[in-house]
């Protein structure tokens, strides 16, 4: 019996079926959940894009928390400060690990091989992510978010923009921290994460400063399976290449 | 002339361009490392929570201000009254205030452009309007209605006096002591508005609008930001804008210290002390910030990681196994 589900040839022209086979060319499941990574991919340096993306899924998650119980709740419950401290504490470790990410691409020169939109993706979740916390420290409601907003509102006042966004009022900087700014970290860290997928963790420079050719064969193939002896020396028994080889899929 | 990978003819430029990498690949599990990586995270969350929790000190209110320091809101108020306060003088998105008191950048002045988005009127909303909302206050309603029907030369020549004799005033017995002088209303206006502050009613008069619910705080922040109360908390707090505040909090917690950049030029002569220097730092952040983004596009920044060579750390492993 045919499957009524099966595509027609005249389904090829519907904006769905366009749209899905450019999905499926750009991200195939081999590329988006890889199971191998290049090996030159052996670096503690890897490991801070995922530890990035660990400590934002906490800042969400804690953030979240804290949004049940409203702005207030933390100030008067024990448990919501230990929330708010896990929120705090999250922040400055998805900060500390982006900020070493972000210089580990720097110094790797990332962007190559039309890598570009993966750079800048990444400057500017960093920068939404300054945006997002900058409104959360202007959320508190203590002597903290009126002196610093005291204090910011000269600066960002200076550029005009201080007539639509009112550090002094809490509502909308509430409404800020907590939908429009962690929505654009979200969308941008996952474009980010979807386009390392896409191309892939950047190669080396060679030696003397240019790009790193292994001497691949020519052929179908470009993967080249380490030999046993190759594969114990870079990981067995070596801290270092053993988290470095879980790392590569966090560009 | 090589190639890039992608087939292109262009000029190849190592900077900007890589080959297609033909050499060998490991196994690697990536869910597994994101689970062990939340598992790290959620380890290390817990332990600085439980060990430093997280600062939250008391907000200043205009309550606790003028009960902590009645003669400095006195000191305060009167400016509010006169128009000498900083707010007053603020000019947009407040006011409209002096002519020259907007920054710039030549002609460049966004605050000018924008134009009064949160109006506030310093004499009516601070004082004039709050004292008008005590009840049963006819002596203090008919100094109010001689002091606004006063020539403008008296009510400056009141404000004058009353404003040098606060500079020495005292607190005795629940009220500001001035020296005897010619204040005209507005000695009683002033004392009045000071035990209004001090009864709590102030800060809400401050926030009353035509709606019961309230977010918006520009209002008595602007007022409490004019006295020196708050700004003392912060220097004992190592937050002034001279001590890399902007990017502190309360306690010896890490603040925002992703904000050094933008700190460290509040710092540095001449932008330290210009009039303009709020918009010097922006404008400053703004191009650095655009050198950041386009950094990929742009030739000589984009080779500072090759020709600093720290790659030469970061893939020591794969260039050792390939002598």
Redesign the interface.
């Known amino acids: 019996m045919a499957d009524p589900t099966a595509p027609l040839p005249e389904d090829a022209k519907q904006w769905t079926a366009k749209l899905r086979k450019v999905a499926e060319d750009a991200f195939p499941p081999s590329k988006l959940?890889?199971?191998?990574?290049?090996?030159?991919?052996?670096?503690w340096?890897y490991?801070f894009g995922?530890?990035t993306?660990?400590?934002l899924?906490?800042v969400i998650l804690t953030g979240i928390v804290l949004a049940l119980g409203g702005p207030s709740w933390?100030?008067t419950s024990s448990t919501g400060?230990?929330v708010?401290?896990?929120?705090?504490?999250?922040v400055?470790?998805f900060?500390f690990f982006m900020?070493v990410h972000l210089w580990?691409k720097?110094?790797?020169?990332a962007?190559?091989?039309?890598?570009?939109l993966t750079?800048?993706t990444g400057?500017?979740s960093f920068?939404i992510s300054?945006g997002a916390?900058?409104t959360g420290?202007l959320s508190?409601?203590?002597?903290?978010?009126?002196?610093?907003?005291?204090?910011?509102k000269?600066?960002i006042?200076?550029?005009?923009?201080?007539?639509?966004f009112?550090v002094?009022?809490?509502?909308?900087m509430?409404m800020w921290h907590i939908t429009l700014l962690p929505l654009g970290v979200v969308a941008l860290v996952g474009l980010h994460v979807l386009m390392v997928r896409h191309r892939?963790v950047?190669?080396?420079?060679d030696?003397d400063?240019?790009?790193?050719?292994?001497?691949?064969?020519d052929g179908a193939s470009?993967?080249?399976?380490?030999s046993g002896e190759?594969?114990a020396?870079?990981?067995a028994g070596n801290a270092?290449?053993a988290v470095a080889?879980?790392?590569?899929?966090?560009d | 002339m090589r190639r890039d990978h992608s087939g292109g003819s262009r000029s190849f430029k190592p900077d900007r361009d890589v080959e297609e990498f033909h050499g060998a690949y490991v196994p690697y599990d990536l869910a597994k490392e994101f689970i062990v990586a939340l598992l790290v995270v959620g380890l290390l969350v817990v332990v600085f929570a439980f060990l430093f929790s997280s600062p939250d000190e008391a907000p200043v209110t205009i309550k606790s201000w003028s009960m902590n320091s009645p003669v400095g809101f006195a000191q305060t108020a009167i400016t509010e009254l006169d128009g000498t306060s900083a707010t007053a003088n603020y000019g947009p998105p407040y006011n409209s205030a002096t002519p020259g008191a907007t920054q710039s950048i030549g002609p460049l002045s966004p605050e000018r452009w924008m134009g009064v988005h949160h109006p506030i009127d310093t004499s009516l909303d601070y004082v004039i309007g709050p004292l008008k909302t005590l009840p049963n206050r006819p002596a203090l309603d008919r100094a109010i209605g001689r002091y606004l029907s006063a020539p403008a030369s008296m009510r400056n020549a009141w404000d004058s006096a009353y404003e040098k004799a606060v500079a020495s005033a005292r607190f005795v017995g629940g009220a500001v002591v001035v020296r005897p002088g010619h204040y005209g209303p507005v000695a009683e206006m002033m004392s009045a508005l000071t035990s209004m502050a001090r009864s709590g009613a102030l800060d809400g008069a401050l926030l009353s609008n035509r709606q019961f619910y309230q977010t918006d705080y520009t209002k008595p922040l602007m007022f409490i930001a004019d006295g020196s109360y708050l700004s003392n908390l912060a220097q004992a707090r190592h937050l002034q804008g001279t001590q890399w505040g902007m990017m502190n909090e309360t306690g010896n917690y890490p603040g925002q210290a992703w904000l050094w950049l933008y700190t460290f030029w509040y710092q540095v002569p001449p932008i330290k002390t210009s009039p303009n220097g709020d918009l010097e730092v922006w404008s400053i952040m703004m191009v650095l910030t655009a050198l950041l983004v386009l950094l990929p596009f742009i030739p000589g920044l984009r080779s500072i990681p090759r020709l600093t060579g720290v790659y030469r750390l970061i893939w020591r492993r794969h260039y050792r196994s390939h002598i």
């Open positions: 959940l890889p199971d191998r990574q290049p090996a030159y991919v052996a670096s340096i490991v995922v530890l993306l660990a400590s899924s906490f933390w100030h400060l230990f708010n401290s896990l929120h705090l504490w999250s400055e470790f900060f900020v580990g720097f110094f790797m020169a962007w190559r091989g039309k890598r570009q750079w800048i400057v500017v920068l300054v916390a900058f420290y508190q409601q203590n002597f903290d978010s009126q002196w610093i907003a005291t204090q910011a000269d600066g006042n200076a550029t005009g923009a201080g007539s639509f009112n002094m009022n809490f509502g909308q509430l892939g950047v190669p080396p420079f030696r400063g240019e790009v790193q050719n292994t001497g691949g064969r470009s993967r080249r399976e380490l190759e594969l020396e870079s990981s270092e290449a080889s879980r790392s590569g899929g966090d």
